[in-house]
């Protein structure tokens, strides 16, 4: 499955259960470690210790990094998930044959020199990808907790959801390679106006085969970025690790909705614009930069203003362009009429300035569309659900990053709601009853997943019942969800349907709850219509338990 810009529609239940205060128990299970051991099921062990969270830093003078290497397997995680089925062992999130073993450096451990291995993992089902950094002396391997992805700390047993084998290594929950995530938050270039922000990271390997190796610019510390296929700039880490950084236009007001223009007519801009791909909450890259074999700056555009930077602001000049009568066709705002002519004509189209152009700092030629005239997409019901064991006061707040477009009641700085046990809402500010909190937005880069199921259409709906009950949905949740999106599944014989966890709902949509959840579930469905069935392959999703304060939050995307 390719990679899309997406509308996607959250929809979540937050369930606060008055359970008492749940014994957190940290585990480490010691044991020695063979290097060479293969790929056997682990036998199930409750050896535990408990640990405090004292710090370690190792700084940069310990540690000597290298470019990546592929190497040879340690055999950390179970060989693949064939091989759980067939042993009966407890489904994992990550296998051997969806991971990368890396040496990346050499660290001083414990006095001595020891290998650097990064082990890279590519979950088999919700989770994302996950990184794991271990110390590795050729006797035995410690595992770097503060540097890894999170461990499963709730397993009684040598395998966790993580699918690492504690019988092969030792935990190490103080060391902190101090240079590891040596990213600053932002970058400038010597134009004072190339000023990019940090995105997020990934492992180099990840991005190698698409990196360009010629310098995009240099910023003012020194070092080199470089373009990535999401129109932003990796910066190389001293380690392993790529950050991803982006240029934000410096014209556009506070909430980055409307670009501060003044026509040439004198008049101020008060439309709402959009610089990157959209598709409603999803993205496909950073800035919307537009091929210069496509529109050339000196013959295909004219002027139309100025920005408060003194930049000037294009508009094509053939408006009969293919692009403006894509624009116009695609829009969701001027579906046809039961006469079959469209509601609004294309001169009054064409006078609402439905696409400007715009040379950033960097010399790339930037369209900029109306916010009017986003591509087809039909809302779904984002609604968030309060259950407490008793009335109590909850304070809820959710960031996707392309911006809310709605909410209710209105989301500002967050909201601040007294829930009874059976979800009835008040807003405390207002006094005012509501049965949810609903929002939409847009959300950050997302890409569909190529695992999921080929569902025949008379299928769906018992398919998602019982996927919906997998994934941690109570049966009137599971209702809420079909009332909703069953009827958008009818249109074909066969659909693509897949699921996502909480790491691609953190970065699309971030949640805050207050008080602090001990449990969260979010569940973002994506599915394909489909003529005829493909091949594709599914994968084993674990059910969350619901400890103490519960949230649980569950959507979908729609193209």
């Not at 101020?268 to 614009?273: D, G, L, T």
């Not at 009853?433 to 299928?459: A, C, M």
């Not at 005829?532 to 569950?554: H, L, N, Q, S, Y």
Request: aromatic share 12%; charged share 20%.
């Amino acid at each position: 499955m390719s990679k899309k810009t997406l509308f996607i529609f959250l929809i979540g239940a937050l369930f606060l259960s008055g359970c008492a205060a749940p014994v957190k128990i940290q585990k480490i299970i010691n044991a020695v470690v063979n290097p060479e051991a293969t790929n056997q099921s682990a036998v199930v062990s409750n050896a535990t210790s408990t640990y405090t969270e004292a710090t370690n830093v190792v700084n940069a003078s310990a540690v000597q990094w290298q470019k990546p290497v592929l190497t040879a397997s340690l055999g950390l995680l179970l060989p693949s998930e064939d091989y759980a089925t067939k042993n009966h062992l407890t489904y994992p999130d990550y296998y051997e044959d969806a991971a990368n073993y890396f040496l990346v450096g050499t660290i001083i451990y414990n006095g001595e020199p020891n290998k650097l291995v990064m082990v890279a993992a590519q979950s088999s089902g919700l989770e994302g990808s996950s990184r794991y950094f271990f110390a590795d002396n050729e006797k035995s391997l410690t595992f770097l907790q503060k540097n890894s992805s999170p461990l499963d700390k709730d397993t009684t047993s040598t395998l966790g959801y993580d699918g690492l084998d504690r019988t092969k290594f030792t935990i190490d929950v103080t060391t902190d390679i101090s240079d590891l995530h040596n990213f600053p938050d932002v970058i400038s270039g010597t134009n004072p106006r190339q000023r990019v922000v940090f995105k997020g990271e990934t492992e180099y390997w990840v991005v190698s085969t698409t990196f360009n190796n010629t310098p995009a610019f240099t910023g003012t510390q020194g070092r080199s970025l470089y373009g990535s296929i999401h129109n932003g700039f990796f910066l190389m880490g001293d380690g392993p690790l790529v950050a991803e950084y982006a240029l934000q236009p410096d014209f556009f007001d506070k909430d980055n909705l409307v670009p501060r223009i003044t026509w040439a007519n004198g008049e101020v801009n008060k439309s709402e614009y959009s610089y990157v791909s959209m598709g409603g909450c999803g993205s496909s890259s950073y800035l919307k930069v537009v091929d210069p074999k496509d529109i050339n700056v000196s013959t295909d555009l004219v002027v139309v203003g100025k920005n408060n930077q003194n930049d000037l602001i294009y508009e094509l000049k053939d408006t009969n362009s293919q692009r403006l009568k894509d624009v116009f066709n695609n829009s969701a705002i001027y579906p046809t009429t039961e006469s079959g002519k469209p509601k609004l004509a294309y001169e009054q189209f064409l006078a609402t300035r439905p696409l400007l152009y715009w040379v950033d700092p960097f010399g790339r030629l930037v369209e900029l569309q109306n916010s009017k005239f986003q591509p087809q997409a039909e809302c779904g019901k984002p609604v968030i659900y309060l259950y407490p064991k008793k009335t109590m006061d909850v304070s809820v707040n959710v960031k996707p990053p392309g911006g809310l477009t709605y909410s209710e009641p209105e989301l500002k700085d967050g909201w601040e709601v007294e829930a009874t046990p059976y979800s009835n809402l008040t807003e405390i500010k207002t006094g005012r009853y509501y049965p949810y909190l609903f929002w939409e937005g847009r959300g950050d880069i997302y890409e569909q997943p190529k695992l999921g199921w080929v569902v025949k259409r008379s299928n769906v709906k018992q398919f998602l019942i019982t996927k919906l009950a997998q994934l941690g949905l109570k049966r009137s949740e599971t209702n809420d969800f079909l009332d909703f999106w069953w009827p958008k599944m009818q249109e074909k014989p066969y659909y693509f349907i897949t699921f996502l966890g909480n790491a691609t709902m953190d970065k699309l949509a971030p949640l805050t709850v207050t008080p602090k959840p001990d449990t969260i579930i979010r569940i973002l469905m994506d599915f394909t219509p489909l003529d005829k069935p493909v091949a594709v392959k599914g994968f084993a999703i674990r059910t969350p338990k619901r400890k103490g304060f519960t949230v649980v939050e569950w959507g979908g995307v729609v193209r």
